[in-house]
């Protein structure tokens, strides 16, 4: 009886043995997104990479349309270890480590294949050591997309923003930065902007065509001042405190499906970008406005960045010279 019991014992060991070997970790992933965008593919991907790479022990499961709440509700429940995974803006990752949010300052970098060539080869390193500290593993970099100028009338000078009321969501990124051209902003959250626009509480809104159109306000202010204003980042990330939990194997398989050439920089933002581009032809085919900026109108604009760049990166004592000699540094680097 006591030889039996042990075989039965050992074979329910090795049964348990072999059925752990191939149990899914499940790992949930938290996106504002809808799925049905590029930025829902480019989810969809990172599954099936991550999938790829363990084996098949990793399951990413998206939860798009943020079903798991708002992205800065998301992210500090990712540095909890409560949620595994996420796509966030950078303004979100800057509500962890404020000094990330200098990857936003308007108007620095003189392109995006600059930008890109800067965050994929001079910032990855700095922004991931300064992020796992607060329980966010740094994956590799997202895209917001383009910001421009919604209103009813051309504005191709500095000089066309003094006065006017413009929409903002709130920080000081953003406030100081219309300020600097003279503009007078009026704080508003996402859902308000169409009301605001049609009641005249506002002059002016700066966003991306992927808001622009859905959100109706092509149809109140129907012409896009393409002065870039905004190059937008975005991070991938994963829970650190997940990150450590796992076998080392399974950590450096979601590394390998971070670091494949379909989640750098450039390849990332070529998708968003041409999607930027079908949103652009639609807005022009229902009878919309593009004003294309010339260099000397892009230059005007950016002579009076420089005051406002210094004011935000003294915004963050030690660290802001710290990311900014980085970028500085990459935009020598990257200027080709």
Same mark, same amino acid.
């Given at each position: 009886?006591?030889?039996?019991?042990?075989?039965?014992?050992?074979?329910?060991?090795?049964?348990?043995?072999?059925?752990?070997?191939?149990?899914?970790?499940?790992?949930?992933?938290?996106?504002?997104?809808?799925?049905?965008?590029?930025?829902?593919?480019?989810?969809?991907?990172?599954?099936?990479?991550?999938?790829?790479?363990?084996?098949?022990?990793?399951?990413?499961?998206?939860?798009?349309?943020?079903?798991?709440?708002?992205?800065?509700?998301?992210?500090?429940?990712?540095?909890?270890?409560?949620?595994?995974?996420?796509?966030?803006?950078?303004?979100?990752?800057?509500?962890?480590?404020?000094?990330?949010?200098?990857?936003?300052?308007?108007?620095?970098?003189?392109?995006?294949?600059?930008?890109?060539?800067?965050?994929?080869?001079?910032?990855?390193?700095?922004?991931?050591?300064?992020?796992?500290?607060?329980?966010?593993?740094?994956?590799?970099?997202?895209?917001?997309?383009?910001?421009?100028?919604?209103?009813?009338?051309?504005?191709?000078?500095?000089?066309?923003?003094?006065?006017?009321?413009?929409?903002?969501?709130?920080? @000081? +990124?953003? %406030?100081?930065?219309?300020?600097?051209?003279? =503009?007078?902003?009026?704080? #508003?959250? *996402?859902?308000?902007? &169409?009301?605001?626009?049609?009641?005249?509480?506002?002059?002016?809104?700066?966003?991306?065509?992927?808001?622009?159109?859905?959100?109706?306000?092509?149809?109140?202010?129907?012409?896009?001042?393409?002065?870039?204003?905004?190059?937008?980042?975005?991070?991938?990330?994963?829970?650190?405190?997940?990150?450590?939990?796992?076998?080392?194997?399974?950590?450096?398989?979601?590394?390998?499906?971070?670091?494949?050439?379909?989640?750098?920089?450039?390849?990332?933002?070529?998708?968003?970008?041409?999607?930027?581009?079908?949103?652009?032809?639609?807005?022009?085919?229902?009878?919309? @406005? +593009?004003? %294309?900026?010339?260099?000397?109108?892009?230059? =005007?604009?950016?002579?009076? #960045?420089? *005051?406002?760049?210094? &004011?935000?990166?003294?915004?963050?004592?030690?660290?802001?010279?710290?990311?900014?000699?980085?970028?500085?540094?990459?935009?020598?680097?990257?200027?080709?």
């Amino acid at each position: 009886m006591t030889l039996f019991k042990s075989l039965a014992t050992a074979g329910l060991v090795a049964l348990a043995t072999v059925s752990s070997a191939h149990a899914e970790t499940i790992l949930k992933l938290a996106t504002a997104a809808p799925e049905q965008t590029p930025w829902g593919v480019q989810v969809n991907r990172l599954a099936e990479l991550i999938a790829k790479e363990s084996d098949g022990r990793l399951k990413v499961e998206p939860y798009f349309n943020s079903q798991l709440g708002t992205e800065n509700d998301t992210l500090a429940q990712l540095a909890r270890g409560r949620i595994e995974m996420g796509l966030f803006t950078v303004n979100a990752a800057s509500q962890q480590a404020p000094e990330v949010g200098l990857m936003q300052l308007y108007g620095y970098f003189d392109n995006n294949d600059q930008r890109a060539c800067v965050q994929d080869n001079h910032l990855t390193d700095e922004i991931r050591a300064r992020l796992s500290s607060k329980g966010v593993y740094f994956g590799a970099w997202a895209e917001v997309g383009n910001g421009y100028i919604m209103s009813e009338k051309a504005l191709t000078s500095p000089d066309d923003l003094k006065g006017l009321k413009i929409g903002i969501s709130v920080n @000081k +990124v953003n %406030t100081e930065h219309w300020r600097a051209f003279g =503009a007078n902003p009026v704080p #508003l959250s *996402p859902g308000e902007v &169409a009301s605001a626009a049609s009641t005249g509480l506002i002059d002016i809104y700066p966003t991306v065509y992927t808001f622009y159109i859905p959100s109706g306000l092509s149809k109140i202010y129907p012409v896009v001042n393409e002065y870039n204003y905004a190059n937008g980042p975005g991070m991938w990330a994963v829970s650190q405190r997940v990150m450590d939990r796992l076998s080392d194997e399974d950590q450096e398989a979601i590394k390998r499906a971070f670091a494949d050439p379909a989640f750098s920089s450039k390849a990332i933002m070529d998708e968003i970008f041409a999607f930027e581009d079908k949103m652009r032809a639609l807005h022009e085919s229902q009878g919309g @406005k +593009v004003v %294309t900026m010339t260099d000397e109108q892009v230059a =005007a604009f950016r002579s009076k #960045l420089p *005051p406002f760049w210094e &004011a935000m990166v003294a915004e963050f004592g030690e660290d802001g010279p710290a990311i900014m000699k980085l970028m500085e540094d990459g935009k020598a680097a990257c200027q080709g």
